[in-house]
């Protein structure tokens, strides 16, 4: 299926805007870690919360390198007599 170049894009805003929201609560986090009792178990919590913020943006950068535009190639060259005409 194909999607349109707005769709691709907004797919990619919201992809950034969750990649934002997630290294805010990984920052959020981290701070509880450090003033809590429960510090190790939250920072292993910001930690997921980083990575899941690095694939959201990688995901965004990945839509948005799929708009380029790329030259349209022949994938199926068939050779022989049969497709010569003279």
Do not use: N
Not at 31 to 41: H, I, P, V
């Amino acid at each position: 299926m194909r999607l349109s170049r707005p769709r691709v894009l907004l797919r990619a805003a919201l992809l950034a805007v969750g990649a934002t929201f997630m290294f805010w609560r990984a920052w959020e986090t981290g701070r509880d870690a450090r003033a809590g009792a429960d510090g190790r178990l939250l920072a292993v919590l910001a930690l997921v919360e980083v990575l899941m913020g690095l694939l959201a943006l990688a995901a965004a950068a990945l839509a948005v390198r799929a708009l380029r535009g790329r030259p349209r190639r022949h994938t199926l060259h068939l050779s022989g007599e049969m497709h010569k005409r003279e």
